[in-house]
């Protein structure tokens, strides 16, 4: 990251931030020069055009000015394909790839990872409107119109007898009532201290996939002197397979907008930052519509939400990467410290809370004058005293009830199973956590229970909990290729272990899988261990687990792809 | 000391043994302060630069406990920690730096790994041969250099290494993505050029929006190949890769670089007597590792065919090869006759702000000991001699109050005329890079320069009404109650009055005349005094008009109104525009004072000098003030003056109004230049005496913040010259002064500086040995202890003393702005360095190779004139050509050029107007008018 630059970002403020300036021009004005755009967008914020450049290079969805003449490009597509894992796994893409090509030409179609739509799979995106399941049968009426609405479907059910995640809000006024009590209750530092205990007391962890207590988190941010701070939504669900915040974000906009007003409130920070992904163009639509029913409630001057839209890029849930994002440097991955409640969004002092976190918050803070009955003790009574609350499952479209389930922490994975009506098709393992989350066989599925302690345990990851269904007929190699790629694909190119480490492990296993060249163990074992060990975030530190997983258990079906003197010295040791 | 009292430090073990932490030490800071045998080895880290965390490399194990679960972290950016046990070298740590070197190698030519092994050259190899790596295991894969477009270079060749600039130089299929270079772009230079495009692998450096190093913004100042581990960015001089050998005779030389006042410390490599590279010392206190494309590059004209290499003397109208004896007898022979018959005043002498300060001393000595004249000079004269008047009125000292690292604690930032990025590029870097990050700053200056695009204020005043802007500023401090009143009664002097006359401004008509918003002035000066630290700075633009003095003294004003003097990050810092103009007036090259500052007509001085110069007969000791440079021009018109010593100087090209310049220099009887190059003054000279350049002579500059730092030789000096002291020592000798004649260019400058620190008295602590690679900042005490903040609890003078001037037109404007209606205004650019000489000999002129004119649109559409067309500018003096540029630099009204290139002659227009106080003259305001060509 570049202190200068963050510093200049700054100077303009949330309201008019490069990032958002470049997904604005680059998708509406195509009659002057792009380069004479970036030029005087370079001029306006006092950045280096190579900044502009070199940030607008990294995403996705934005033109790098050589989108004309280079058709792999991948912005400004008509339509696009999603080439998420969920999608990969119930083999459906093909054939939709295979349609839109037809439909727009294919040079016309672009990938994306993914749209969220993993509960019914057979995603694609058209002008910005998703669609998945049935939808590509009326494509010819879609590609017309593509405003038309989706029949996406999904269960969404809840095993607590009071729903957190899932309840619904029916008068919205009222819901907010609790922060006008709150604030005006907890009105000096000592007692918004006291709140803060409260939090911590629930024992919420953040819903991201790290599970940092949030509590700590918010009140680090508020010991800060600095008088600016903000609280920023992580709202860039990139994982492969989850579509919870997706569903949080169109459907309960006013819990997530809750828990960042009291973070805003009980850490001095006075604006509120959405950071959506561009995949979730209804999630975004949703979000603003809240804030404008928030905006109507005139409850407040001290705080003002602000959503930024992505543009395409996995690394962006990385917190740092995405405060990048927003001050329109490149997302690639800060060292830490200092933290982002010491240094975040502009340099100041920032909280940022995953989607789920912040919808807890309002279940959390309610009743909390009856002891005995207070959100905060009925939270923490659910779970296992470390993973207290509920959590939201995505379950994708390998499950006969395919949706979303906001169980207890600590619920048997089994149970889940049960409640979902058991597999679609035939299984070998799940994979849950997204891409960097733990590879489960069937065989280990009765030794876990949904919360963070258990999947840890036994070698695994809650991570964001989403689960994918990894049929018989995928092959396990492939499947390794495909995690391979994928971060191959979503680095941000910062350090070796994981900017090269990917590659290279894409490379072995194409090869491997061509006959070009057997797997070496020890190499990849090397491979493994350094960008576990080595890399500088989660991504490249993350994806050797469900590889490791496979390896451990899936190790006959691999074992014809290794050099045999290697194997038998792998199997060995 | 009792047990219970001591302090318990706290510790942190490495690889098993304890040692005290300290405050804000990362773990690889940690390990390298204490462990020089078995270092951490790394890759993305400068410590120049934030820790970055990309190369993994220099990863450690950490356990909390000696035998405690060990973890893995990065050293680099992981703080150390009370009690952290850390093992640097453990086996699966070193597996883990091979494996990592493992993978970068996969990525590079196959060759880098055979290099590496059989002859490291680079960074990025030797860390290859310490980690031990023999083998890249990987099948042939991807590499990433196959995305990188080619750039078509000067030939128009298409290829892969971007070879489109003249010095700049970039091959991606070396690069390692370690964004060192797209760091100190931004983090040192403050530039941005540098970026990455893409991702991932895929990820590349680029400049610009992808463009090629020509096409690019670069200001080639070589951070990025400086410290660039592989080469993949470098330059045409692969500074990086020249190492210390002594089987290839290669050697490194440390020396100050002669082109502004900062004083950059420069490291030149050097290989049988030619020179290979510069770098920028990492070590150095001036510039940490940086400096310019001017410090770093413009240095071929050392050894240019151009280089006189033979004493000339005018035989029948004709400068004629003659040999040294000659020179010198001729000299000596002509000056005596001319003393005798005229008088020791009708001899004069001008010396060089780019010489050394013994050469100056010397100079001076042999002016006014030998000769017996006050008339010396030098060219602080035409730039900064309002700085030294005025702030000596005001404080005592005529030299910056504080350090240029006082800009890392200050809080707010004025600066007053002057273009730092451009004219003073590493003091420029700085300022911007503070600025980037948030504090405040106030640019008063006619054109948009650089920083004034970063300013929170851009007081963007006519040319020559600095004083009535600063008394604005003045009126709306005083006026708003922020007056530091406690300083200003203990410290200072005639308040009242000043205050009294300031509060009977009339603001509008100040705001009027200057064309400024009288509101945005007022904002920015509360915000100036509500700053607890402001630090000001001033260039030419406040000195080289006819109220220059005044409005330094007004500037003087304003620090003492709100206290920002006598502490850390604040005070009132010139921008010395030559390497050693501080030292040229140090040594006494003025007119009015003697070296160190003495008034020579005084009596308690004219003892002082004729004692410290062994004058045993009291009459001989010159005591009427001399000529300055445009009274010497007058009196050789005149026919008062008969010779005139020039060393170093282009008084022709330079000085303003050169018809004049050219008329006086015509009817001297002798003149006597000493030069490198046969300067257009050389041309009209009678004697001209081939002198060196700073790299091939000893001594020392003083730079802008008063460090007295050491030039050495780098290479000898070229055949048939003679170091510039050599010379004066050699004519001193030859007047049959008994100079003593050194054996060498060292032995000149230890024993020069001995002489100098017995009359100057803030040399008094200065020896050879003791200015270290730093310097010293004088004033320095005899026991050597310098001063980096002048006027803490007292000023030189006492108290300040303030001062009132009302502000007043210049006459230029007066006289000539019927007829010319333009104001016109001169600047130096980056890439050139006034006259040219030197930068002219190098690459540079391909950078940019003409003054160009700065035209305002709607004047550019009024004049009918296009970019690039041809207008004719004209003053009440002459006419000259130029191409024009349309600019929203400059205001409607306001012109604006550079002065590199003398064959365009802007002095045929700039007129004698000068400085009441100093005539320094008046650059900056020139009636013109302009018509399209």
Redesign the interface.
């Given at each position: 990251?570049?202190?200068?630059?963050s510093?200049?970002a700054?100077?303009q403020g949330i309201e008019n931030t490069l990032f958002q300036k470049l997904v604005i021009t680059d998708a509406a004005d195509k009659s002057t020069n792009l380069?004479q755009q970036?030029?005087a967008l370079a001029k306006e914020f006092?950045?280096?055009?190579?900044?502009?450049?070199?940030?607008a290079?990294?995403y996705d969805f934005l033109d790098?000015?050589t989108s004309h003449n280079n058709k792999q490009h991948n912005a400004n597509k008509k339509a696009y394909v999603c080439n998420g894992s969920s999608c990969l796994c119930a083999n459906t893409q093909g054939t939709i790839k295979e349609k839109l090509d037809k439909e727009f030409g294919s040079d016309n179609v672009g990938h994306v990872i993914c749209l969220g739509r993993c509960a019914e799979n057979s995603a694609f995106q058209i002008s910005n409107h998703n669609f998945s399941g049935t939808d590509i049968d009326n494509l010819a009426i879609l590609a017309n119109e593509p405003s038309t609405a989706s029949n996406e479907h999904y269960q969404v059910r809840c095993t607590l007898t009071e729903p957190i995640l899932t309840a619904e809000i029916l008068d919205v006024a009222k819901y907010y009532q609790l922060f006008i009590t709150l604030s005006e209750q907890f009105n000096t530092p000592e007692k918004q201290h006291k709140l803060l205990d409260k939090l911590v007391e629930s024992g919420l962890r953040g819903r991201g996939g790290a599970g940092f207590p949030t509590g700590i988190k918010w009140r680090s941010c508020l010991i800060e002197e600095n008088t600016e701070k903000y609280i920023v939504c992580n709202a860039d669900e990139g994982d492969a397979g989850a579509f919870s915040d997706r569903y949080l974000l169109e459907q309960r906009p006013h819990a997530v907008l809750f828990g960042m007003l009291m973070a805003g409130f009980l850490t001095g920070a006075k604006t509120g930052v959405l950071y959506i992904r561009a995949e979730y163009p209804a999630a975004i639509k949703q979000t603003e519509q809240a804030i404008s029913e928030f905006e109507a409630l005139n409850l407040t001057n001290d705080f003002c939400f602000k959503i930024i839209k992505g543009a395409g890029?996995y690394?962006c849930g990385e917190e740092t990467a995405l405060l990048r994002s927003i001050e329109g440097q490149?997302p690639?991955v800060s060292?830490?410290?200092p933290f982002p409640t010491q240094s975040g969004l502009f340099g100041c002092p920032t909280v940022v809370n995953n989607v789920e976190t912040f919808g807890s918050i309002h279940f959390i803070f309610s009743n909390l004058s009856d002891t005995q009955n207070s959100g905060v003790t009925k939270y923490k009574n659910l779970g296992n005293g470390k993973s207290t609350g509920s959590k939201l499952l995505s379950l994708d479209g390998a499950f006969k009830y395919s949706g979303l389930i906001e169980v207890a922490m600590g619920t048997p994975l089994v149970d889940v199973i049960k409640l979902a009506g058991g597999f679609a098709r035939e299984l070998k393992a799940l994979h849950i956590g997204g891409p960097l989350g733990g590879v489960v066989p069937l065989s280990e599925i009765d030794k876990l229970t949904i919360d963070f302690e258990s999947f840890a345990e036994n070698g695994f990851l809650l991570g964001h909990a989403s689960i994918i269904g990894i049929p018989n007929a995928m092959k396990m190699i492939n499947y390794i290729a495909h995690l391979f790629e994928f971060t191959?694909?979503?680095?941000?190119?910062?350090?070796?272990?994981c900017?090269?480490?990917?590659?290279?492990g894409q490379?072995?296993f194409e090869?491997a899988i061509s006959g070009?060249?057997a797997l070496?163990h020890e190499?990849l074992n090397?491979?493994l261990?350094?960008m576990q060990?080595?890399?500088?975030c989660a991504l490249g530190g993350g994806v050797p687990l469900p590889i490791q997983n496979i390896l451990q258990y899936f190790e006959a079906e691999l074992m014809p792809y290794f050099i045999h003197s290697e194997l038998v010295k792998g199997v060995q040791s | 000391m009792s047990q219970s009292l001591k302090v318990e430090s706290k510790q942190a073990f490495l690889n098993g043994v304890a040692y005290e932490i300290k405050k804000g030490e990362t773990i690889l800071s940690f390990s390298r302060r204490l462990n020089e045998d078995q270092t951490i080895p790394t890759l993305c880290d400068d410590t120049r630069l934030e820790p970055y965390g990309s190369c993994r490399l220099c990863s450690v194990d950490v356990a909390l406990t000696a035998d405690g679960s060990r973890k893995v972290m990065a050293s680099c950016h992981t703080p150390i920690g009370e009690g952290m046990h850390i093992f640097t070298h453990s086996p699966r740590i070193e597996k883990l730096r091979k494996n990592i070197i493992e993978l970068v190698l996969s990525d590079l030519p196959e060759q880098t790994l055979v290099n590496s092994q059989n002859h490291p050259r680079t960074e990025f190899e030797q860390v290859v041969v310490d980690t031990g790596v023999g083998q890249v295991r990987f099948k042939q894969g991807r590499k990433s250099v196959a995305s990188v477009p080619f750039t078509i270079n000067k030939k128009g060749e298409s290829k892969l290494c971007d070879e489109s600039h003249p010095y700049m130089r970039m091959d991606l299929s070396l690069c390692i993505d370690c964004n060192r270079c797209v760091r100190a772009c931004d983090e040192i230079q403050g530039e941005q050029v540098l970026s990455v495009a893409g991702r991932g692998f895929d990820a590349r450096i680029i400049k610009g929006q992808d463009v090629s190093f020509n096409e690019s913004d670069c200001v080639s100042c070589g951070a990025c190949a400086q410290t660039c581990p592989t080469g993949a960015i470098s330059d045409v001089f692969r500074q990086q890769l020249a190492r210390v050998d002594v089987s290839q005779h290669i050697k490194k030389v440390r020396t100050i670089c002669s082109y502004c006042g900062v004083g950059c410390n420069l490291e030149i490599s050097v290989q049988n007597n030619k020179i290979l590279s510069i770098e920028a010392p990492k070590d150095a206190a001036v510039n940490s590792g940086h400096t310019c494309l001017k410090g770093r590059y413009a240095w071929r004209f050392y050894d240019h065919d151009d280089r006189l290499d033979s004493p000339l003397v005018k035989i029948d109208g004709k400068l004629t090869k003659v040999s040294w004896d000659y020179a010198f007898d001729y000299i000596a022979t002509r000056l005596t006759k001319i003393k005798t018959k005229h008088g020791s005043d009708a001899i004069a002498g001008i010396s060089s702000a780019r010489c050394t300060n013994e050469e100056n001393y010397l100079l001076q000595k042999m002016m006014r000991v030998v000769i017996g004249t006050n008339n010396i000079d030098c060219c602080a004269r035409v730039c900064h001699s309002p700085t030294a008047y005025g702030m000596q009125q005001s404080f005592g000292t005529g030299a910056a109050t504080n350090s240029i690292d006082d800009l890392q604690q200050t809080e707010f930032i004025l600066l007053i005329g002057a273009n730092p990025t451009a004219a003073h590029p590493v003091t420029g870097a700085k300022i911007k890079q503070k600025v980037m990050k948030g504090t405040p700053l106030i640019v008063l200056d006619p054109v948009k320069t650089e920083l004034a695009r970063f300013a929170n204020w851009h007081i963007q005043l006519r040319p020559g009404t600095n004083v009535a802007v600063l008394n604005m500023m003045a009126y709306f401090i005083i006026d708003a109650g922020l007056v530091d009143n406690n300083f200003v009664n203990t410290r200072t002097e005639e308040y009242q009055r000043y205050y009294q006359e300031i509060m009977l401004l009339n603001i509008d008509e100040l705001a009027d005349i200057a064309g400024v918003n009288k509101n945005q002035v007022k904002q920015a000066a509360i915000a100036y005094a509500k700053a607890n630290k402001a630090m000001s700075f001033h260039g030419l633009g406040v000195t080289e008009h006819s109220q220059g003095s005044r409005a330094i003294m007004c500037i003087a004003d304003l620090v003492m109104l709100t206290g920002n003097v006598g502490r850390q990050g604040v005070g009132m810092n010139p921008l010395r525009g030559q390497n050693n103009v501080q030292g040229a007036a140090d040594m006494g090259c003025q007119p009015h004072q003697g070296a160190g500052y003495f008034p020579v007509d005084e009596s308690e001085a004219i003892s002082y000098y004729q004692e410290h110069y062994q004058i045993t007969q009291k009459n001989t000791w010159p005591t009427k003030i001399g000529y300055k440079i445009p009274e010497m021009f007058n009196a050789a018109l005149a026919g008062d003056l008969k010779a005139l010593w020039v060393l170093g100087e282009d008084v022709v090209q330079t000085d303003p109004n050169q018809q004049h310049v050219v008329a006086s220099l015509a009817n001297l009887e002798l003149l006597i230049v000493q030069e490198i190059f046969l300067s257009e003054t050389a041309k009209m000279a009678d004697v001209v005496l081939p002198g060196t350049s700073f790299l091939e002579k000893s001594g020392t500059f003083t730079n802008g913040e008063r460090r007295v730092q050491k030039v050495n030789a780098v290479v000898t000096p070229k055949k048939g010259c003679k170091t510039d002291g050599e010379i004066i020592v050699d004519m001193m000798n030859a007047l049959n002064y008994p100079q003593e004649q050194y054996s060498s260019g060292i032995e000149l400058a230890e024993k020069v500086l001995a002489e100098i620190s017995e009359v100057v008295p803030f040399f008094a602590g200065i020896t050879w040995q003791n200015l270290g690679v730093d310097g010293l900042q004088w004033p320095v005490a005899k026991d050597g202890t310098d001063t980096q903040i002048l006027h803490i609890d007292s000023f030189k003078r006492g108290l300040g003393k303030f001062h009132f001037f009302e502000f007043e037109e210049s006459q230029e404007v007066l006289a000539n702005s019927n007829k010319f209606p333009f104001i016109l205004t001169t600047s130096r650019n980056l890439v050139h360095y006034n006259a040219g000489t030197m930068t002219r000999r190098t690459d540079n002129e391909e950078i940019v190779s003409e003054d160009v004119l700065l035209v305002n649109n709607q004047d550019a559409i009024n004049k009918g004139i296009t970019n690039r067309s041809k207008v004719k500018l004209f003053s009440a003096r002459g006419e000259i050509t130029l191409t024009a540029q349309i600019s929203d630099k400059v205001k409607p009204g306001i012109l604006f050029t550079t002065f590199h290139f003398p064959e365009l002659m802007v002095n045929r227009v700039t007129g004698d107007i000068t400085d009441k106080h100093t005539q320094c003259p008046e650059y900056k305001v020139v009636a013109v008018d302009i018509r399209k060509l």
């Open positions: 990251m570049s202190k200068n630059l510093q200049l700054r100077r380069t970036r030029t006092l950045m280096g055009e190579a900044v502009v450049h070199g940030a290079s990294f790098d000015g890029a690394i490149r690639v060292v830490r410290p191959a694909l979503e680095s941000c190119g910062k350090c070796y272990p900017q090269i480490g990917s590659v290279r490379e072995m090869q070009e060249q070496n190499l090397d491979l261990d350094t060990l080595g890399s500088l | -």
